[in-house]
């Protein structure tokens, strides 16, 4: 299976800060990646899907880019509501499989 | 609007099944396939399983091969996913999810394995 690594484990940035958060494959998914935040208590909601597009509703500060192996989510200027946990999902191949996650802090 | 609700709460002990539904209303079931994702306390989103809600196809996590059952009731706009031999590791949160550009989740179902 396509195991998915990201990084860093814990981001501790402050609001009005650029977050840039890593997905890295073990082999080509093409664009078939997904970013969802989580929060505590709550299921997941997609913000990004074939890795570039935003998904509906989602604020125009966050954006992701990559394509085969590696991958980046990134929140131009933090707002207090993005503190939470990231994860990118690929589904180019079955199993699907998720990220191990980044939590995002405040500093 | 899209509305998927999941089964309540479940208290099981070691060895025992567990059937969690998810019933979906403000789309016709058979238009996206549905998914399974579980979360253990405090851990990762664990991807399970698929069905093709149209045909009833399905698709396994290797991990849950012959252990976990995923089906549909078409008229009943429901999907369930069984899980036999349970162990205390299987304690967590089971949620139905659509995924996709059409992302719709359940709002998570709690497993509990315990003696």
């Known amino acids: 299976e396509i195991v998915l690594t990201q990084s860093p484990a814990t981001l501790s940035l402050s609001p009005g800060e650029r977050a840039t958060l890593s997905c890295r494959a073990s082999q080509s998914v093409s664009s078939s990646l997904a970013w969802y935040q989580q929060k505590p208590g709550q299921a997941p909601r997609l913000l990004i899907y074939?890795?570039?597009n935003r998904a509906t509703g989602i604020p125009a500060r966050f954006s992701g880019r990559g394509s085969g192996t590696d991958f980046s989510l990134s929140i131009s200027s933090l707002e207090p509501e993005d503190f939470a946990v990231y994860y990118c999902q690929q589904s180019s191949t079955w199993p699907y499989t998720f990220g191990q996650g980044t939590k995002l802090e405040i500093k | 609007q899209v509305h998927l609700v999941q089964s309540g709460a479940e208290v099981k002990k070691p060895g025992a099944s567990v059937k969690v539904s998810c019933k979906a209303s403000g789309y016709t079931l058979t238009s996206y396939g549905m998914h399974w994702v579980r979360q253990a306390p405090g851990q990762r989103l664990e991807w399970m399983g698929w069905?093709?809600?149209?045909?009833?196809?399905?698709k396994y996590s290797q991990k849950f091969q012959g252990r976990v059952t995923i089906s549909r009731d078409t008229p009943a706009s429901t999907v369930y996913m069984e899980m036999s031999r349970l162990r205390s590791e299987d304690t967590a949160v089971y949620f139905c999810?659509?995924?996709?550009?059409?992302?719709?989740w359940g709002q998570g179902s709690l497993v509990t394995v315990s003696s």
């Open positions: 069905i093709n809600a149209a045909n009833g196809n399905t």
């Open positions: 074939h890795a570039s």
């Open positions: 999810a659509t995924l996709g550009i059409m992302d719709f």
